[in-house]
């Protein structure tokens, strides 16, 4: 699962554990995949493109990784640096300006080189901030083990989902954005401290892919992984 993380700080956590703060290096825009949490109904749109897992490029130690978003509106589109610090998930519905119609999904990559460490990983967490929520509908945004990405990326040519690994129903208290959501991603974490993966790649959707109620945009530039140490 290719994806680039760096490292941007340590700290220690209240409980004494040693925590890993790392970072993104690059931008790109993704469109949001199908949910499979629990109360939602699942269902795969778009096409998945099958690859092996095999890590993509590490990137530089304290920046931003690799991150784009698909649209369905727009499958043959690639957004990677064409969408500023957004990255949209969930499906848009605009009379104004259908360009950005469609259902959406985001990949971010993630440094994974200082997780190659002794140590037993406690946990991990993808932390992004919502930047904007087109309502306070209690709709999840998902977080998947993915595929690496591409400059070229589109919706027609998206990594492989490979599994859910946590989702997070954000606040239904106004306003319903600007605000941190933390994932838990210590599967992904995990298995790139064993196998030694330079990067990982993230995939956020929201789990209600048939309402527009469900969308919401993310900055990419706010990413961090926070890993606890054992």
Known sequence: MPTTRSLTGRRRSRSGYALLACGLVGGLAA?????ASPGTQTGQTGTSVSEQRQPGPAAPRGRVGLWTSVNSGSPNRAYHGQTDDIARVGKRDLRNNRELNGVWRSFITMGAQDLHRP???????????????????????????????????????QPRWYRLLSWVSPSQRPPCQ??????????????AQQNRWPSMTLGLK?????????????????????????
Request: aromatic share 10%; charged share 20%.
């Open 31 to 35: 469109p949001a995949a199908v949910a």
């Open 119 to 157: 140590g037993t990983i406690r946990k991990a967490e993808l932390r992004i901030r919502n930047a904007t929520s087109q309502s306070c509908a209690p709709y999840n945004v998902e977080a998947w083990d993915t595929g690496r990405v591409y400059p070229s990326t589109t919706w027609h040519k």
């Open 178 to 191: 600007n605000r941190t959501l933390s994932f838990d991603v210590t599967p992904s974490a995990r298995a």
């Open 206 to 230: 929201a789990a209600n892919e048939r309402s527009s109620d469900a969308y919401k945009t993310f900055n990419p530039s706010t990413a961090r992984l926070v890993v606890t140490w054992g």
